[in-house]
């Protein structure tokens, strides 16, 4: 078994003080994370568009230079799926990640700012 750095106890300290004033706090919290958002948008939001444009660039550049032909592996290593079969990989973990990320937040959007209908509008079903 590993030894457990500091950077892990470091982490968990942060973590649980943060969960604790979130707690004991929660407007404190909320007033004081929307802040920090507020001004890490404000501050970085012009290097965070530039960063993920250059990457893109730079993996368009990799795709369409000879450093993308070069084979990963030995020279008579083959892939063991096709094409296809990774994008249909790719597809099904980008969805099932959609499922598993709505399936708990749609709950709490009904939840945190429900649509009732209101009783008039409700027709009772009569019967004949």
Known sequence: MKKISSV???????????VI???AAPE??????????????????????IVV??????????IASPIGSI???KPEDRPEFSTST???MLFSAGMGIGLVF?????PMYHFMSPQLLSLERIKPLRMQ
């Open 28 to 49: 404190n919290f909320k007033i004081i994370t929307e802040e920090v958002q507020s001004w890490i948008t404000n501050t970085f939001g012009w290097y965070y568009l």
């Open 53 to 62: 444009s250059v990457f893109v660039i730079f993996c368009i550049f990799l």
């Open 8 to 18: 892990f106890w470091i982490t968990l300290a942060l973590v649980a003080i943060a």
């Open 71 to 73: 084979r990963l592996g």
């Open 86 to 88: 990774w994008f249909a």
């Open 21 to 23: 004033f979130g707690v």
């Open 102 to 106: 709505w399936g708990a937040a749609e």
